[in-house]
Each structure stands twice: as structure tokens, then as C-alpha cells.
């Protein structure tokens, strides 16, 4: 299993963000995805995640600000950040459900 996130940045609160992540090594469009974040000093928690038949849920701080996607035809996970916060400054990662295989993450900085 590789999981390689991507679109990470520095961005301006209000601002807008699109995260990807580039599966490989096992059957992506029969396994549910999911996106973590981890911001410094905490625990990693559960932002969104989509299983293989497309029921998504949200951890209630991103639910209406963020939306998950998934295209099987690349291998690939989205995470869409809209209106994003201070609070939402983290390393973000995907994860195949079930499968405890984490990608090195892709930095999420808001700030003026």
C-alpha cells in the first residue's frame, strides 16, 4: 500500500485549498477512504471519509467546509478545503479504511 497526499500550502483564512491522494498497491475503488489531520501537540482525528460505494461522512468542525471525493478511475482521494481556519492548520493525511498504512501527509497552514 502507497499513499501520497499532495496540495498542501500556506493560505489566508477564508482562503481555499484542494488536497489529492495518489493510491497504489491495493484495490482503490472496493476500499473506503478517509482523511486525517494532526495539528502540533495533538491527536490525530478524523476529518472525512468515503466508502467504496460513495457514503461520506464529516467530523463536525469541516462538515459544510470541506468535501471529500474519490475517482477510481485514477486511484485517487480529494479533500476540497473551503473557508478554512487557524484551527484547521494540521499535516493532513489519507488512509485506505481498515488499513493501518499512513503516507507522509501534506502541510495546511492558515494564517494572515
Known amino acids: 500500500v502507497q499513499l501520497v497526499e499532495s496540495g498542501g500550502g500556506l493560505v489566508q483564512p477564508g482562503g481555499s485549498l484542494r488536497l489529492s491522494c495518489a493510491a497504489s498497491?491495493?484495490?482503490?475503488?472496493?476500499?473506503?477512504m478517509s482523511w486525517y489531520r494532526q495539528a502540533p501537540g495533538k491527536e490525530r482525528e478524523l476529518v472525512a471519509k468515503i466508502s467504496a460505494g460513495g457514503t461520506i461522512n464529516y467530523a463536525d468542525s469541516v462538515e459544510g467546509r470541506f468535501t471529500i471525493s474519490r475517482d477510481n478511475a485514477k486511484n485517487a482521494a480529494y479533500l476540497q478545503l473551503n473557508r478554512l481556519k487557524p484551527e484547521d492548520t494540521a499535516v493532513y493525511y489519507c488512509?485506505?479504511?481498515?488499513?493501518?498504512?499512513w503516507g507522509q501527509g501534506t502541510q495546511v497552514t492558515v494564517s494572515s
Open positions: 488512509n485506505v479504511i481498515g488499513i493501518a498504512k
Open positions: 498497491g491495493f484495490t482503490f475503488s472496493s476500499s473506503g
